[in-house]
């Protein structure tokens, strides 16, 4: 899974790269670019590319912990609480985890951390796990 993960145009369009998924577990890694700044003038990463890093990371934990009769994922929500702007020139890194799991829904959660450790933005989401009939 996490290969197929590694190669989908989501990830790899973005820069965006999973470096596990698996147990309900996921890190992902944005190898940034300038088209990632924004940040009001700053070389910040753009909250937007932010919420599509979480999309990405929460996702990829969900997706680690599908069964065979699982077909795919939808989104939500995505709950975001941007805590200071996130500095970073080389990389940066999302760790996320599954909270909760129902037949139907999946709650995970998440950190992003900028180069030095520190965490600068953290989300709550809701996935759909839909299954073969």
Known sequence: MIEEMANHLFYTWAGLRVVQARGGQAVV???V???????????AINGGIVAYLF??????A???TWTEDIVGQVTVTLNIQYQRML???HTVVGR???TNK?????FVAGEVYDESGEVAATCTGVYRVFRKR
Do not use: F, I, N
């Open 96 to 98: 996320g985890r599954v």
């Open 87 to 89: 500095q970073a020139e």
């Open 29 to 31: 890694e944005l190898d």
């Open 55 to 60: 999309d990405g990371l929460l996702g990829a």
């Open 33 to 43: 670019k300038e088209h990632h700044r924004g940040g009001g003038g700053t070389r």
């Open 102 to 106: 129902g037949s139907a829904m999946v």
């Open 62 to 64: 969900v997706g680690s």
